[in-house]
């Protein structure tokens, strides 16, 4: 029988430590939530307490009122086209950076760096010019497209890869693989933790985009969830806020879902745990 671990004041503060990020972590999630159950009047006089009486009044008004079935069709669209092509197309180009032996590329690939120094906002007028002369304002395109590839993406995926053994790419080229299939079936499958990792970054930035939506989609059914609710905040009376809770409360769920199904895999990419 393995004996049992004595506590000390030292683990005991570290696991004080941890109880209480955990609580400081969690209770904005349980004041949504919890508001999101109250009647409007309750939440504007009593927003700390926990409700006296349940109603799930916000979320029929949010299905009734908002549409939420079209916005959430409208983001998912949106946030999964990014996300695929964001994580298949960064993982590519990392694979040519990091395995890929060619002239200038390093010079390339620190100019793609140098290209993080420069803030986004420099270029929404040029981009907006260039969408709006390509057609694609009001279009899911205007947003899918610009966001098919990140340079950080790259950058991450492509630290990951250095990881992966050489060799092992050389055994499989002379067994006649060629370099798609050696990307396809090795490095892929290798660089899961990396990919997990930019598919939760690209899918969040997606999901929480709001002035992307708001400079393209200018029409009500191409509407975000972000979007719709902005649009829904402005045109309420003040006295309906659970719905708004209750919006908030369905917006969040597909986030908090996303994360917790890849976040083992989220922790191994920024650990840079390639290969064991």
């Given at each position: 029988?393995?004996?049992?671990?004595?506590?000390?004041?030292?683990?005991?503060?570290?696991?004080?430590?941890?109880?209480?990020?955990?609580?400081?972590?969690?209770?904005?999630?349980?004041?949504?939530?919890?508001?999101?159950?109250k009647p409007g009047p309750e939440i504007l006089n009593s927003?700390?307490?926990?409700?006296?009486?349940?109603?799930?009044?916000?979320?029929?008004?949010?299905?009734?009122?908002?549409?939420?079935?079209?916005?959430?069709?409208?983001s998912l669209i949106l946030a999964i086209s990014i996300t695929?092509?964001?994580t298949f197309l960064s993982s590519l180009a990392a694979y040519?950076?990091?395995?890929?032996?060619?002239?200038?590329?390093?010079?390339?690939?620190?100019?793609?760096?140098?290209?993080?120094?420069?803030?986004?906002?420099?270029?929404?007028?040029?981009?907006?010019?260039?969408?709006?002369?390509?057609?694609?304002?009001?279009?899911?395109?205007?947003?899918?497209?610009?966001?098919?590839?990140?340079?950080?993406?790259?950058?991450?995926?492509?630290?990951?890869?250095?990881?992966?053994?050489?060799?092992?790419?050389?055994?499989?080229?002379?067994?006649?693989?060629?370099?798609?299939?050696?990307?396809?079936?090795?490095?892929?499958?290798?660089?899961?933790?990396?990919?997990?990792?930019?598919?939760?970054?690209?899918?969040?930035?997606?999901?929480?985009?709001?002035?992307?939506?708001?400079?393209?989609?200018?029409?009500?059914?191409?509407?975000?969830?972000?979007?719709?609710?902005?649009?829904?905040?402005?045109?309420?009376?003040?006295?309906?806020?659970?719905?708004?809770?209750?919006?908030?409360?369905?917006?969040?769920?597909?986030?908090?879902?996303?994360?917790?199904?890849?976040?083992?895999?989220?922790?191994?990419?920024?650990?840079?745990?390639?290969?064991?």
């Amino acid at each position: 029988m393995l004996p049992s671990k004595r506590l000390t004041w030292g683990s005991l503060g570290i696991y004080a430590l941890l109880f209480l990020g955990a609580v400081f972590l969690f209770y904005p999630f349980f004041y949504m939530l919890m508001n999101s159950v109250k009647p409007g009047p309750e939440i504007l006089n009593s927003p700390n307490s926990l409700p006296r009486q349940l109603t799930f009044s916000g979320y029929r008004g949010v299905f009734e009122e908002l549409n939420m079935v079209r916005l959430f069709r409208n983001s998912l669209i949106l946030a999964i086209s990014i996300t695929v092509l964001n994580t298949f197309l960064s993982s590519l180009a990392a694979y040519a950076i990091a395995k890929i032996p060619f002239p200038g590329r390093d010079k390339l690939f620190g100019f793609m760096l140098a290209t993080m120094m420069i803030p986004g906002v420099l270029f929404l007028i040029p981009t907006y010019v260039m969408i709006y002369n390509l057609g694609w304002v009001g279009k899911f395109h205007a947003l899918i497209i610009p966001s098919a590839v990140s340079v950080y993406n790259i950058f991450l995926v492509r630290q990951f890869m250095t990881g992966i053994p050489d060799e092992l790419l050389e055994a499989a080229r002379l067994d006649g693989a060629n370099e798609l299939l050696v990307f396809l079936r090795i490095v892929l499958p290798l660089c899961r933790p990396a990919l997990a990792t930019v598919a939760i970054l690209s899918f969040l930035g997606s999901w929480n985009d709001f002035l992307g939506p708001l400079l393209y989609l200018n029409r009500p059914e191409t509407w975000t969830v972000q979007l719709g609710l902005y649009q829904f905040k402005t045109s309420i009376p003040g006295e309906n806020l659970q719905e708004l809770w209750a919006a908030t409360t369905l917006i969040t769920v597909p986030l908090v879902l996303v994360y917790f199904f890849l976040q083992d895999q989220f922790m191994r990419a920024f650990a840079n745990v390639s290969l064991k």
